[in-house]
């Protein structure tokens, strides 16, 4: 079983909707937990972080559910410029290294 | 700042021979990895370094070397290209592992070993 597995897609939406993406994670010693962004033939840049009580940043929301271990990010209002990949980052604790999911590739057409 | 910069951006080898990836960084940050990213496959650690003059192995380190002799460098070493080693390399850097420490990516080198 992967370390953080993820759902591949690619999700297809409309300009305008809202989207969600999950992401689990198998070790309950994860410490930290981010949502990486990547477009086409570039270097992953962070999106944000996920933080216990959850977190928001315009249209984008981080859920992080322990219990269950996974997280979730949520788009709102999608816009063209949202098409990208999406990875999910979890560190361990006291580790040096992060571990990035195989991405979520997200397409909004117009 | 520039950040994080890997050269060269693309480069062609064939079998059996070697080369060398440079990474710099300018944000003195402790922390340097290299990745590399193939389709399906997601970023995969081949070797990571916590500091000048330290090196340890990532997930996948069979047939790379590494170095870092200063702190703003990390350099990849491949010393026999095989058709396998065709993939995306990804430097990357972080001030410290606090969590929530954000990781900068380098733009990446683009290697394809005939």
């Known amino acids: 079983r992967k370390e953080v597995e993820q759902d591949p897609g690619p999700f297809n939406v409309p300009e305008g909707a809202t989207v969600a993406f999950n992401c689990t994670y198998s070790n309950s010693a994860s410490q930290s937990f981010f949502w990486y962004r990547q477009d086409c033939r570039k270097e992953p840049k962070l999106l944000m972080s996920?933080?216990?009580s959850g977190n928001e940043d315009g249209r984008f929301t981080a859920q992080l559910n322990r219990a269950s271990q996974y997280i979730s990010l949520l788009i709102r209002d999608s816009k063209l410029s949202d098409s990208a990949t999406y990875l999910c980052v979890v560190t361990m604790d006291s580790s040096y290294k992060l571990i990035f999911g195989s991405g979520t590739r997200l397409l909004v057409r117009p | 700042n520039a950040g994080v910069t890997q050269t060269p951006k693309f480069r062609v080898l064939k079998t059996g021979q070697s080369m060398t990836l440079l990474c710099a960084q300018d944000m003195n940050h402790e922390y340097m990895y290299w990745y590399r990213q193939d389709p399906g496959m997601g970023l995969r650690l081949i070797h990571y370094s916590v500091g000048e003059g330290t090196t340890a192995k990532g997930e996948v380190p069979d047939g790379y070397n590494v170095s870092r002799l200063k702190k703003q460098n990390f350099l990849l070493g491949l010393e026999s290209a095989a058709p396998s080693q065709t993939s995306v390399y990804f430097c990357?850097?972080?001030?410290?592992?606090?969590?929530?420490?954000?990781?900068?990516f380098g733009p990446g080198t683009r290697l394809t070993v005939l």
């Open positions: 990357a850097s972080r001030a410290d592992p606090i969590p929530y420490n954000e990781q900068f």
């Open positions: 996920v933080y216990s």
